[in-house]
């Protein structure tokens, strides 16, 4: 491909972010496998995707860090093999910088608002504004790098629920509050979908923030012919459950209660140990299994920050069922795993495909990318197994297409 693809991330200084363009410099140099990316399959050969070493990065964040420093540090924490080679892209790290521009913190609560170090991320100017200002941005980086195509992607930090969550807020709706500048009913998450998805970015939520799916969002995705998809990465515990729960339902097994303890570091479990944050994360992880089992069994999730643990997370599930003859039973399992290594060959996976739909034409929710979340905006169906095949049978169109066209 000649074309050249740009990616600006929301929170492009954290550790998801680092991992993900670091991943993507290290796989054009050969320093590492695409182990753990889906794409990477057989399955998805033939689709002629973008590699992951010829995207262009740059962002948005509230912080103020050198990135290499940042790479090295991650790099060093997570035990890449290859760190005594990361001087061989640490140049093109560098380079990244310059694309990283000042975010919002733009009614995002105290937990992210404490972090910003950038005073244009908190001036208090209208909604309308701090819009234009990204969206100058995307035009900045999109003529600066001589970019084809653009994704904009969010992987900034869990924001506390929308206060639009449980409206049908229509784009009408939407633009009222903005030229209204309501500032209490924006969050910053809304803020940054807006601006790409109306600058005709397709857009990718990673992220339990509801704010940045409402459903006016998704109208103006349709309005503007891009694509777009959401919400939170299932990288962990839930995708366990996704996969595991219909095992217990096609054995008429059932399941009286699945308690679920996460804990983790890193800035992810640091912003989710305040209360509203992880208000947000728990109702993410929440709601899976009723849709999977056809009943409602009694199920906890709780989150703790542990500092110590970087960006490691363990998370232990205690599952209790009956089986024949009211005999209870239980399964029980632990998960541990780096959380940025597990989640960003997926988002490196959606981009991608993001690129594919955009370029097939294809607009409004990508409804074939729900094995990829864990809230997947517009699709019912959370077993794992069905959700792959959905992706499946999406490739397999597009497959079939190109072999017609072909004889």
């Not at 420093?69 to 560098?94: P, T, V, Y």
């Not at 299932?234 to 095992?247: C, D, F, I, N, R």
């Not at 089986?323 to 060959?345: E, V, Y």
Request: hydrophobic share 40%; net charge negative; charged share 25%.
């Amino acid at each position: 491909m000649n074309n050249r693809y740009g990616v600006l991330i929301a929170g492009a200084l954290g550790h998801l972010a680092t991992t993900v363009i670091t991943g993507a410099l290290a796989l054009k140099k050969g320093l590492c496998s695409k182990s753990g990316m889906v794409t990477a399959l057989d399955d998805f050969s033939q689709l002629d995707l973008i590699e992951p070493g010829d995207l262009i990065f740059g962002g948005w964040d509230i912080r103020s860090a050198s990135f290499s420093e940042n790479a090295r540090n991650l790099l060093r924490e997570i035990g890449f093999s290859a760190i005594d080679q990361f001087s061989g892209i640490e140049d093109e790290i560098e380079t990244i910088s310059a694309n990283i521009f000042p975010g919002t913190t733009k009614n995002c609560g105290k937990a992210i608002e404490n972090l910003s170090c950038h005073e244009e991320s908190t001036k208090q100017t209208s909604l309308k504004e701090i819009i234009c200002r990204l969206q100058d941005d995307i035009k900045r980086f999109r003529e600066k790098n001589n970019l084809d195509a653009l994704v904009v992607v969010n992987l900034s930090s869990t924001e506390p629920p929308s206060v639009c969550e449980d409206k049908h807020m229509s784009i009408d709706s939407l633009n009222r509050i903005i030229e209204d500048n309501d500032n209490n009913t924006i969050r910053a998450s809304t803020i940054y979908a807006y601006a790409a998805i109306d600058a005709g970015c397709p857009y990718i939520n990673f992220t339990p923030s509801n704010g940045a799916m409402l459903p006016g969002l998704i109208d103006l995705a349709a309005e503007r012919e891009v694509p777009v998809m959401g919400s939170d990465g299932k990288t962990g515990e839930t995708l366990v459950k996704s996969a595991l729960a219909p095992m217990f339902a096609c054995r008429n097994l059932k399941v009286l209660s699945w308690e679920g303890y996460n804990i983790l570091g890193n800035m992810d479990g640091r912003i989710l140990s305040h209360p509203e944050n992880k208000s947000s994360k728990i109702k993410s992880k929440e709601h899976m299994l009723s849709k999977i089992l056809g009943y409602s069994p009694h199920t906890t999730v709780s989150i703790d920050y542990v500092p110590s643990l970087g960006d490691w997370k363990t998370a232990w599930d205690f599952i209790h069922f009956e089986g024949f003859l009211n005999t209870k039973m239980s399964l029980q399992f632990t998960w541990q795993g780096c959380d940025s290594a597990l989640a960003a060959p997926l988002v490196l996976d959606l981009i991608r495909l993001t690129f594919f739909a955009s370029q097939k034409g294809e607009k409004g929710l990508m409804k074939h990318l729900a094995c990829f979340f864990k809230s997947p905006i517009g699709v019912e169906e959370q077993n794992l197994h069905e959700q792959f095949r959905m992706l499946k049978d999406y490739v397999n169109k597009h497959k079939k297409v190109a072999s017609e066209m072909e004889e």
